[in-house]
């Protein structure tokens, strides 16, 4: 009883109940993927996957319009911001219907290129790409703001969105189809939107920001759309080019992998989420961040070793109870993938460490081991195996030069 009545006074943090929203969102995403894979199978599962890692794609360069919007909402007030506001919501609007557009004119390409079975799923797929610029700038503000009530309400309402409406469509009207799962993202976006909050979309003459603020805004952005290109390509550039390179059943067996081995990075997400505001506010007050990396750091150091420890010894166990028997063949490679992963999610943490304190060199950094990644995948595919051995060397390599890094930044530590 009493320590019922202890937990009920102890009142849950904002900070806390977002980072039990994210895990709830990660795990919905793992739900709805592991469902894919079981109803699908691995060569039908392979279409889905693409469309998945586009939706990662998209993710990530929507990333820095919320990321720029979390900045900025921390550091600008009252006219400053709503101008900054306005300006930024007319960007990512431009952006994402340019980016959609391109999509859809594209799609029968699209669909070469990656081996699907149909290009009618990129064009619903580009028709929502506008709606995911403008939720993210949506959330932006959340984050810089930190409401993370409202941050944690509108992930929850994209990711239960997507999975039920998605899985609703295959198991009442049985199709399993490519085109149900990109109308069950497209849909989701819409549901991200909220909550959503009108923003004050005025004319640059009535709200215009000083040179310096618009000279601040540019170069944060140019550098965070850099670093997130280089997200992209680390995170997502060895899916497609085995989509590319290898068969539709080999393709679906890798798609699998890798997500069972993401599970780290995706974790590594909710606290690069609190750490850019925090760090932010830090510098601007004057304090120390050094600590909330350090803190960070250790977090996922420690699961990531769980994890790979868990696919090391339990690699069949994990993959039948998430995917099935048809998945087997990749139970060997489960734990390397996991190890790929890891490096690369701390080595994130830095990046985005710096990229708060208006430090870019780790952004280059990054930016040239994810280009190696893909040109060792390119020159370096005659099995799965060599793949993700590639992208251990390069992980490995990115890790140690961000260690060095900090290590001459920070001879001196508070």
Same mark, same amino acid.
């Given at each position: 009883m009493e320590l019922l009545a202890t937990l009920k006074s102890r009142k849950i943090t904002p900070e806390q109940l977002f980072m039990l929203s994210v895990l709830v969102v990660n795990g919905g995403n793992y739900l709805y993927n592991l469902i894919l894979g079981r109803i699908l199978g691995p060569a039908q599962f392979a279409d889905a996957a693409v469309l998945i890692t586009f939706l990662l794609v998209l993710s990530f360069a929507a990333m820095t319009f919320q990321l720029v919007t979390a900045k900025f909402s921390v550091l600008f007030e009252n006219e400053i911001f709503k101008s900054f506001i306005s300006r930024i919501y007319k960007n990512a609007?431009?952006?994402? %219907?340019?980016?959609?557009m391109l999509i859809v004119v594209f799609s029968k390409q699209l669909q070469v290129v990656f081996n699907t079975s149909s290009s009618t799923m990129f064009m619903v797929f580009?028709?929502?790409v506008p709606l995911y610029f403008l939720m993210s700038v949506n959330?932006?503000?959340?984050?810089?703001?930190? %409401?993370?009530?409202?941050?944690?309400?509108?992930?929850?309402?994209?990711?239960?969105?997507?999975?039920?409406?998605?899985?609703?469509?295959?198991?009442?009207?049985?199709i399993q189809s490519s085109v149900v799962i990109s109308i069950g993202i497209l849909l989701s976006f819409v549901f991200g939107l909220i909550p959503f909050k009108k923003p004050e979309i005025k004319s640059n003459k009535i709200f215009k920001l000083s040179k310096e603020n618009s000279k601040a805004i540019k170069s944060f952005f140019v550098?965070?759309?850099?670093?997130?290109?280089t997200q992209i390509i680390i995170n997502n550039s060895d899916i497609l080019l085995v989509k590319h390179y290898f068969e539709s059943y080999d393709a679906g067996l890798y798609a699998s992998? %890798?997500?069972?081995?993401?599970?780290v990075y995706f974790i590594a997400w909710m606290f690069v989420m609190l750490l850019l505001p925090t760090v932010i506010q830090l510098k601007k007050e004057g304090k120390?961040?050094?600590? @909330?990396?350090?803190?960070? @750091?250790l977090y996922i150091a420690g699961i990531a070793v769980a994890i790979i420890l868990g696919c090391v010894f339990f690699p069949r166990t994990a993959i039948i109870i998430l995917f099935g028997k048809s998945y087997l063949a990749m139970a060997p490679l489960l734990w390397k993938y996991a190890l790929a992963t890891s490096m690369f999610a701390i080595s994130n943490i830095f990046a985005y460490y710096y990229l708060s304190l208006d430090k870019y060199v780790p952004v280059v950094i990054s930016g040239l081991f994810g280009v190696l990644q893909m040109g060792l995948v390119v020159f370096f595919h005659d099995s799965l195996e060599q793949v993700v051995h590639m992208q251990i060397l %390069?992980?490995?390599?990115?890790?140690i030069i961000q260690l060095i890094f900090f290590k001459l930044n920070h001879k001196k530590i508070v």
């Open positions: 609007l431009l952006t994402g %219907a340019i980016m959609g580009g028709f929502g959330r932006g503000v959340f984050q810089g703001k930190k %409401a993370f009530k409202k941050l944690s309400i509108t992930y929850q309402s994209e990711m239960l969105s997507r999975l039920i409406i998605t899985l609703g469509l295959i198991f009442l009207f049985k550098i965070t759309a850099f670093y997130e290109l992998l %890798a997500l069972i081995g993401r599970i120390e961040t050094a600590p @909330v990396l350090f803190k960070y @750091v %390069a992980m490995f390599l990115l890790l």
